[in-house]
């Protein structure tokens, strides 16, 4: 009981987590930072990622982990703008991959880490059910009424890129929902509740058959560079440089390019 | 008692006073509030609708599966929200069992709608109405409805003049647990009514998107939301469930 009112008490900084546990299950892609550090040995990598990340990386924490034996990595995949919270709130973290420059500005405005690089990037396509029912051929036809559209919502990369890419395009789309990430967007078009949605690339892929990807020329307008960075209080720098050093090698480029990622 | 109200005090903390009168005067945030409130209302009338008849019948009537019944009422306690939310989706969507057939025949389609924001809330809030109005009429003397019986009352008179009033505590205490919860709901809603505002945006919702940017603006939410329900709660417990 001790423990628990002395963690709670020295919590503040958790005040902002425990909002999102307080409103329902935005738990289930929350960090347990405690669990995390309470294994802080020297073998252990933590790497919070952007969710479009999460298949790329988790095979590339594989391939790390054979190149370095003893050395488990572990992964916090969840929207960027929630890990940048994360991290500023004093989650244990190695290193930070961000599915936009603004969020790891978040983290690099209090100094806990340096010189991201930008090791990536993603096209928003759009992704309709594998049938297409509602005719979708253009950017254009999104913002049809009787065209349900789901889009991320503004806060989040692929809201905001969404945002840049309907400007660009002189388009005013009102979507039937704002969803809270890219692969809630994309959930939504793969039971076929919406006709189509702005999503990435890479996430159609692993979307598989169900979904169809149209890339349209607007796409090009709002391009999300992804900077990775190794964090400044790491206890083990040398580890997180060299997992930042394998995201931007030759063969970390060959995985996320195979993925639908474009080299920045 | 202070593992449940410390995170609140830590709220009240960091909650940026000098700024709060401002940004709960914006037009988004009333909207959310009156979306919550309202949705959360009709979904507990709904809950009472069809939670007393059911509690009724599982406390009163012996019927083969009873006990399967009542396991099953308590699925979506157990289901986190987010799968509640889905299996809405694949029953009431677009191409789900029921809503294909709603959508082909009435021109109905719950998700993303209003509706669908109080469908979902009323199905994770409503195990908490049945359970405690099925307790309430596990604890009534049944004497006295017999006597009631015993004097020619029809047993909807019976139903409405003597169970009604006895477990009347009972109703209520479910409603305001019922109500509660479905003012608080988030996972359900955001994946089975998406999210937009004024229509389907709701308290929690519109707390989760701020978290993503603006963390002040998601604690100012919070603490509306929590000073709201804690107001309407307490002035509820006052009149009706500790005076009887």
């Excluded at chain 1, 289930?28 to 790329?56: C, I, K, M, N, R």
């Excluded at chain 2, 945006?201 to 709201?228: D, F, G």
Aim: overall charge neutral; proline content about 6%; some cysteine.
């Amino acid at each position: 009981m001790f423990r628990r009112v002395s963690r709670w008490a020295a919590g503040l900084p958790l005040a902002v987590a425990l909002t999102a546990g307080l409103t329902g299950c935005g738990s289930s892609d929350q960090a347990t930072p405690a669990a995390s550090s309470s294994s802080g040995a020297a073998t252990a990598l933590t790497v919070f990622a952007a969710a479009s990340l999460t298949e790329t990386f988790t095979e590339l924490g594989k391939t790390f982990e054979a190149a370095h034996p003893g050395t488990s990595v572990k992964f916090n995949f969840s929207s960027s703008a929630t890990l940048a919270q994360q991290i500023t709130q004093g989650a244990p973290a190695d290193v930070f991959a961000a599915a936009s420059p603004a969020t790891m500005k978040t983290v690099t405005d209090a100094s806990l880490a340096t010189a991201p690089t930008t090791f990536v990037r993603n096209k928003l396509q759009i992704a309709v059910p594998a049938d297409n029912p509602a005719k979708v051929n253009a950017l254009k036809d999104l913002a049809d009424p009787k065209v349900k559209v789901a889009l991320c919502a503004e806060q989040v990369p692929c809201g905001s890129a969404a945002v840049k890419a309907l400007n660009a395009a002189g388009l005013k789309v009102t979507p039937v929902t704002y969803e809270q990430d890219v692969k809630a967007t994309l959930t939504k078009v793969e039971l076929g509740e919406v006709d189509a949605a702005l999503v990435y690339t890479t996430d159609v892929l692993t979307a598989g058959d169900k979904v169809k990807g149209l890339a349209f020329p607007e796409a090009d307008k709002a391009i999300n560079d992804y900077p990775i960075a190794a964090l400044s209080k790491t206890p083990v720098p040398d580890l997180a440089k060299q997992f930042v050093d394998l995201v931007l090698s030759a063969q970390g480029r060959d995985v996320l390019t195979k993925a639908g990622f474009q080299a920045p | 008692m202070a593992f449940l109200v410390l995170p609140l005090a830590g709220l009240l903390i960091r909650a940026p006073w000098p700024t709060l009168a401002q940004r709960l005067a914006e037009p988004q945030v009333l909207e959310a509030l009156r979306l919550s409130l309202v949705t959360a209302t009709v979904a507990t009338l709904v809950c009472l609708l069809l939670g007393v008849p059911l509690a009724w019948l599982l406390a009163r009537v012996t019927f083969p599966g009873r006990r399967l019944v009542r396991a099953l009422i308590t699925v979506p306690l157990v289901l986190p929200p987010v799968v509640g939310g889905v299996a809405l989706l694949l029953v009431l969507g677009r191409r789900g069992l029921i809503g294909q057939w709603l959508e082909a025949t009435f021109g109905i389609s719950l998700p993303f709608t209003t509706a669908g924001v109080v469908l979902a809330e009323a199905f994770v809030a409503m195990p908490f109405l049945v359970i405690s109005v099925e307790g309430a009429l596990h604890a009534t003397d049944l004497r006295l409805e017999e006597a009631a019986a015993t004097l020619g009352a029809s047993r909807w008179v019976i139903f409405r003049r003597v169970t009604l009033p006895l477990v009347a505590p009972g109703i209520v205490a479910g409603a305001v647990l019922c109500w509660a919860r479905a003012l608080g709901e988030f996972g359900a809603t955001i994946t089975f009514a998406g999210n937009f505002p004024g229509r389907t945006q709701t308290m929690p919702l519109a707390v989760y998107l701020a978290l993503e940017t603006e963390p002040e603006a998601a604690i100012v939410l919070s603490i509306l939301l929590l000073a709201v329900s804690v107001i309407i709660l307490a002035s509820l417990r006052d009149r009706w469930v500790t005076s009887p």
